[in-house]
């Protein structure tokens, strides 16, 4: 199984600054990495995935970097809706697996 | 739009069993991958498992044996039937499409609580 392991485990940032997420796999998933938020009550929301592409309706603002075991999710200037839990999650290999979660909180 | 639908959650005793059901409209279950993912209250995201092609499944080792997915075409609905209930198992339970092998999860449900208590 492939270990996806998430930093910080919270991230206090204030609005209009940047947050930079990472996400590290225990083995190499290629590009097959997707990242999803998630706010309390709902379900995952589809952000970024094969590791740099945004999902439709998504605001640029948030871009994905990475390859093969190390990976990033930036949002650039962060806004009041983009308070939330967000998660990477490897496709390449079965099980599928999910890190731990990054929360992202206002300071 | 592509929707899903899930329900069949619900409070049940320790080794009991308890199916839930996802509606799907807008595509075919059939054609696309469909997963089972759980999230512990408080918890983060765990894949179950997943149907697609004929009849191929995989499942998490830690529900192996004691789930089963499955789909009705005809009714475009995918089902997990879950057996030997445990307090772990304890969740709100989301399907979730996948279009291809390759790919990420691009619609999900709203989820259904399920929670294994005496």
């Known amino acids: 199984e492939i270990v996806m392991t998430q930093s910080p485990a919270t991230l206090s940032v204030s609005p209009g600054e940047r947050a930079t997420l990472s996400c590290r796999a225990s083995?190499?998933?290629?590009?097959?990495l997707a990242w999803y938020q998630q706010k309390p009550g709902q379900a995952p929301r589809l952000l970024i995935y094969?590791?740099?592409t945004r999902a439709t309706g998504v605001p640029a603002r948030f871009s994905g970097s990475g390859s093969g075991t190390e990976f990033t999710l930036t949002i650039s200037s962060l806004q009041s809706e983009d308070f939330a839990v967000y998660y990477c999650?490897?496709?390449?290999?079965?099980?599928?697996?999910f890190g731990g979660g990054t929360k992202v909180e206002i300071k | 739009e592509v929707q899903l639908m899930e329900s069949g959650g619900g409070l049940i005793q320790p080794g009991g069993s308890l199916r839930l059901s996802c509606a799907a409209s807008?595509?075919?279950?059939?054609?696309?991958?469909m997963s089972w993912v759980r999230q512990a209250p408080g918890r983060g995201l765990e894949w179950v498992s997943v149907?697609?092609?004929?009849?191929?499944?995989y499942y998490a080792d830690s529900v192996k044996g004691r789930f089963t997915i499955s789909r009705d075409n005809s009714k475009n609905t995918l089902y997990l039937q879950m057996n030997s209930l445990r307090v772990e198992d304890t969740a709100v339970y989301y399907c979730?499409?996948?279009?291809?092998?390759?790919?990420?999860?691009?619609?999900w449900g709203q989820g259904t609580l399920v929670t294994v208590s005496s």
């Open positions: 094969d590791a740099s």
């Open positions: 807008e595509f075919a279950v059939s054609s696309n991958y």
């Open positions: 149907i697609f092609g004929d009849v191929s499944t």
């Open positions: 083995q190499s998933v290629s590009s097959n």
């Open positions: 979730a499409r996948e279009v291809g092998r390759y790919s990420p999860f691009d619609y």
């Open positions: 999650q490897q496709y390449n290999n079965w099980p599928l697996t």
